[in-house]
């Protein structure tokens, strides 16, 4: 199975970026680890980038990475 993935944070766009995750292109955006089937174990580097691991693995299997940018654009057009 391929989704989408993006950098998007929890506190509008300030924050730390997390990844956010959705298997259809219709489905809102969640957290990664919304996702336990597809989420994989953090690294443990102090400071790291929270869903680092998951992305590397996520990409591999031919997930697709959306900007942030045009994330939220599409929240915002659907929000309005």
Not at 14 to 38: C, D, T, V
Not at 50 to 59: E, I, N, P
Request: with cysteine; charged share 15%; net charge positive.
């Amino acid at each position: 199975m391929s989704g989408q993935m993006c950098w998007l944070s929890n506190y509008g766009t300030e924050g730390e970026k997390i990844l956010h995750l959705r298997l259809e292109s219709h489905q809102p955006w969640k957290p990664y680890k919304a996702y336990p089937q597809y989420a994989v174990a953090d690294y443990l580097i102090p400071g790291g980038t929270k869903g680092w691991a998951t992305y590397q693995h996520l990409r591999k299997a031919g997930w697709t990475l959306i900007p942030t940018a045009q994330a939220y654009q599409i929240l915002e057009t659907a929000t309005s």
